[in-house]
Each structure stands twice: as structure tokens, then as C-alpha cells.
T-cell receptor, first 110, second 113 residues
Framework: RKEVEQDPGPFNVPEGATVAFNCTYS??????FFWYRQDCRKEPKLLMSVYSSGNEDGRFTAQLNRASQYISLLIRDSKLSDSATYLCVVNVPSDYKLSFGAGTTVTVRA | EAGVAQSPRYKIIEKRQSVAFWCNPISGHATLYWYQQILGQGPKLLIQFQNNGVVDDSQLPKDRFSAERLKGVDSTLKIQPAKLEDSAVYLC???????????FGQGTRLTVV
């Protein structure tokens, strides 16, 4: 089983719609969780860290479910500029590494 | 604050040739990562340094790949000899301390023909 698994999509949504997707992780000892955004042919950039209580940053909401070992990202009121690949990143402290999922592609259409 | 610098941006080589990539992390960042990203996939960690020591190189194909981080600052990743399946983007990232946010360079796009 892969360390981090994501629904690859693509999620094709109209402007203004809400889109949500999950990421599952295999190691229950995982402690830190992040969502990165990667635009086409660009480097990944941190979108938000995911805290145990869940957190919100404008139109973006991230949640963590430790019991079921998944994190989610919800985008409200989608903009054309939200079109990108969203990478789920998980850390296991004992491994000292950040493990990336394959990414979920979101396309927002006018 | 200057970001992570990588060079070259693009490289095309023939199989069995050698190639080297260079990375200069953000000043003061102790942790440096090299990732390989094949088209359509997420980044895969090749090697992680903490200062000039290797923390994890379990996924580095050591028969052909090597990396060093002399003096705990900049780093080089070498492939010798290259194979067709090495065609990918090689991303360097750094962070101030693990496991905080990792900042990525623009990457080197390698094409092996």
C-alpha cells in the first residue's frame, strides 16, 4: 500500500462551485500534514498546513480525520485560478521525510 | 529573501551520458531535499540532507545516482550513466527545520534520449 494516496481526478467544476477531495495515509504514526499546490510545469508551493482541529484559509478548508487516516481539502466558490494539481503531504517523525501523494487535478471552467 | 536556486533549468542528454544538477537552498536552511517528479506523478524523495549529513537516501538508485552537500550549504545531484527512465523534473527543496514547510526551486527538467 502506498504511503499517501489521492484520487487523481480530474475534478472539472464550474466557477463558483464547491469541490472537495481526500487523501489517505497508511502510517498511523503520521504527525504533520500539508496541502501543496502545483501549477502546470511549476514547482509545488505550500497551500496550507493541516491541524488536528481543522483549519480554514479564505475559501480553502482542510480537515484531518485520524481515526480513518485521511485529510481533506475543500475549495468553496472556485475561481479559474484554482485550476492546479493539489498534492497531499504527510510526515512520519521517525522517518524524517515528507511523503507526497500523486496529486489531485482540479480544473475550474468558466 | 532569495528562494531555492537550481541550475540548469533544462538538460537534454543521450542515454549513458552523465549529468549533474546544482542546488543552492535558502540561506540558513539546514534540511535539503532532492525529489524526482515524473510526469503525472507526485514528487518522489531521492535523498534528504540535514546539514551535510544524509538523513534518508533509501530511494536513491545508488548504482547510478549520487549526491553530496559539502559544507552543509549547496548540493549537487549526479546521474552516471543516465537511462531513458531518468527523464523527469528534479526538484530541490529546503526547510529551516524538519518538518516545517519545504520551499522548492523551479526544478531541472531532464530529457534522456
Amino acid at each position: 500500500r502506498k504511503e499517501v494516496e489521492q484520487d487523481p481526478g480530474p475534478f472539472n467544476v464550474p466557477e463558483g462551485a464547491t469541490v472537495a477531495f481526500n487523501c489517505t495515509y497508511s502510517n498511523s504514526a503520521s504527525q504533520s500534514f500539508f496541502w501543496y499546490r502545483q501549477d502546470c510545469r511549476k514547482e509545488p508551493k505550500l497551500l496550507m498546513s493541516v491541524y488536528s482541529s481543522g483549519n480554514e484559509d479564505g475559501r480553502f478548508t482542510a480537515q484531518l480525520n485520524r481515526a480513518s487516516q485521511y485529510i481533506s481539502l475543500l475549495i468553496r466558490d472556485s475561481k479559474l485560478s484554482d485550476s492546479a494539481t493539489y498534492l497531499c503531504v504527510v510526515n512520519v517523525p521517525s522517518d524524517y521525510k515528507l511523503s507526497f501523494g500523486a496529486g489531485t487535478t482540479v480544473t475550474v471552467r468558466a | 529573501e532569495a528562494g531555492v536556486a537550481q541550475s540548469p533549468r533544462y538538460k537534454i542528454i543521450e542515454k549513458r551520458q552523465s549529468v549533474a544538477f546544482w542546488c543552492n537552498p535558502i540561506s540558513g536552511h539546514a534540511t535539503l531535499y532532492w525529489y524526482q517528479q515524473i510526469l503525472g506523478q507526485g514528487p518522489k524523495l531521492l535523498i534528504q540532507f540535514q546539514n551535510n549529513g544524509v538523513v534518508d537516501d533509501s530511494q536513491l538508485p545508488k548504482d547510478r545516482f549520487s549526491a553530496e552537500r559539502l559544507k552543509g550549504v549547496d548540493s549537487t545531484l549526479k546521474i552516471q550513466p543516465a537511462k531513458l527512465e531518468d527523464s523527469a523534473v528534479y526538484l530541490c527543496a529546503s526547510s529551516s527545520r524538519f518538518p516545517t514547510e519545504a520551499f522548492f526551486g523551479q526544478g531541472t527538467r531532464l530529457t534522456v534520449v
